[in-house]
């Protein structure tokens, strides 16, 4: 149970992050990696609307990846956990790629 808790606090901190970037006002680029500069972008608003909305799917779906820690810690399905996330992070890390830098970067 305490593994499931933690697990949503970290997922709701992601949601919380993308709810931030999506709704933010700023004309600052929301950065996705940790310690990078972002690369210049057409529009701002656009690409923080983006990311947060792939910050707060992250969260979502993290949630329901944590349920099978309510089974306790040490049973198999926490695998599922853990496989699932880094599956998920992979996913994220792409779509950021693929889809978002390459729509609003800077020609």
Known sequence: MLAFFIWSILSIFFIFLG???????????????????????????????????????????????????????NSP????SILGCMIEAIAAMTVYVTVIEKKYRKR
């Open 77 to 80: 399905y926490a695998v599922i």
């Open 19 to 73: 709810i931030r970037a999506f709704v933010s006002k700023k004309e600052v680029p929301f950065g996705f990696w940790a310690n990078a500069e972002v690369f210049p972008v057409e529009n701002v608003k656009g690409y923080n609307r983006a990311v947060g909305k792939l910050f707060c799917i992250f969260g979502i779906v993290n949630v329901f990846l944590g349920v099978p820690l309510l089974k306790g810690q």
